[in-house]
């Protein structure tokens, strides 16, 4: 027994791939779930439809991560619909490859807007409803602790960062019995990393397992965490990569 029944989630990025598969485990679990896209407003439609079907409140949003506005609104939305929040899965993510030398400000602005800025005001917002029993889990990455190549330089960066938010996190609201902590996924078979892609037998390469994992695996742990199950894990870093960092 989990223990989610009945409480309210928000999953950022949870249209497609890692989010939506988190998004269903969690209704699944018991939860109400709100969650946030961007451009798949069909994709996010079938999304809700899966919610439902479990039996649970549904709720998308449209909300650019790479706006701070947007992502502050859209844990007041979630407050709004469903009178609190106790799960916030900050999981929307975006990847913009390329070597030092050829990356531009432009570049550095909207990957450290989304992947960074985006879980810090999400969190932010979120401690401000989150009650005792309350769960930040943030998507991290495998590339945060391991580069393994060239072109990973921004992207590893601010995966990063987001070790350093999610210990201040377990600190800060710690004392409040709110836990944080950082998935870190290894190559997830989804449309950012499809595990048929030209570069997925190099990144095959350096998992131990030899094999991509998928997005229900990276959900899993999400549930894990958000659940009773979790209740004294904070500060943590987990890593589901199939051995990518071993
Ligand atoms: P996908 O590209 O498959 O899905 C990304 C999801 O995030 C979509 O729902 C998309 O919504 C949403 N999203 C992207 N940009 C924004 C934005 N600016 N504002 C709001 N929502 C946004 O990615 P994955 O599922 O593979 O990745 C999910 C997380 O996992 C990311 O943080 C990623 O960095 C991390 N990760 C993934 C790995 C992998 O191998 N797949 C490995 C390591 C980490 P929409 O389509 O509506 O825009």
Same mark, same amino acid.
Request: a negative charge; aromatic letters at 4%; one cysteine or more.
């Given at each position: 027994?989990?223990?989610? +029944?009945?409480?309210?989630?928000l999953v950022t990025?949870g249209?497609?791939?890692?989010?939506?598969? *988190?998004?269903?485990?969690?209704?699944? $679990?018991?939860?109400?779930?709100?969650f946030?896209y961007n451009?798949?407003a069909?994709?996010a439609?079938?999304?809700?439809?899966r919610?439902?079907?479990?039996? @649970? @409140?549904?709720?998308a949003?449209?909300?650019? +991560?790479? +706006?701070?506005?947007?992502?502050?609104?859209?844990?007041?939305?979630?407050?709004? $619909?469903?009178? @609190?929040?106790d799960?916030?899965?900050? /999981?929307?993510? &975006?990847?913009?490859?390329?070597?030092?030398?050829?990356? +531009?400000?432009?570049?550095?602005?909207?990957?450290?807007?989304v992947?960074?800025?985006?879980?810090?005001?999400?969190?932010?917002?979120?401690?401000?409803?989150?009650?005792?029993?309350g769960?930040?889990?943030?998507i991290?990455?495998?590339?945060?602790?391991?580069?393994?190549?060239?072109?990973? #330089?921004?992207?590893?960066?601010?995966?990063?960062?987001?070790?350093?938010?999610?210990?201040?996190?377990?600190?800060?609201?710690g004392?409040?019995g709110?836990?944080? /902590?950082? #998935? %870190?996924?290894?190559?997830?078979? &989804?449309?950012?990393n499809?595990a048929?892609?030209?570069?997925?037998d190099?990144n095959?390469? %350096?998992?131990?397992?030899? &094999?991509?994992?998928?997005?229900?695996?990276?959900a899993? *742990?999400?549930?894990?965490?958000a659940?009773?199950?979790?209740?004294?894990? *904070?500060?943590?870093?987990?890593?589901?990569?199939?051995g990518?960092?071993?």
């Open positions: 027994m989990n223990n989610i +029944s009945g409480r309210v989630a990025g249209s497609r791939g890692i989010g939506a598969a *988190t998004v269903a485990r969690l209704a699944q $679990e018991g939860a109400d779930v709100a946030t451009q798949s069909d994709r439609q079938e999304v809700v439809e919610v439902k079907a479990a039996g @649970r @409140r549904a709720l949003i449209q909300a650019d +991560s790479a +706006s701070a506005d947007a992502v502050s609104s859209s844990v007041a939305q979630t407050v709004a $619909e469903f009178g @609190r929040l799960i916030l899965v900050n /999981n929307a993510g &975006t990847a913009a490859f390329g070597h030092i030398t050829e990356l +531009s400000m432009a570049d550095f602005e909207h990957v450290m807007n992947n960074v800025r985006a879980a810090f005001v999400a969190s932010q917002a979120a401690a401000a409803h989150l009650d005792t029993g769960r930040i889990i943030t991290g990455s495998c590339a945060a602790t391991r580069v393994t190549g060239q072109g990973y #330089v921004l992207y590893s960066m601010s995966k990063t960062a987001l070790i350093g938010l999610t210990k201040g996190l377990a600190r800060d609201l004392p409040r709110i836990t944080a /902590n950082l #998935v %870190h996924p290894g190559p997830i078979d &989804t449309e950012m499809p048929d892609s030209p570069v997925a190099e095959r390469s %350096h998992v131990a397992l030899g &094999t991509y994992g998928e997005a229900t695996d990276v899993a *742990t999400v549930a894990y965490l659940g009773e199950s979790g209740r004294y894990v *904070t500060g943590a870093e987990i890593a589901i990569d199939g990518y960092v071993a």
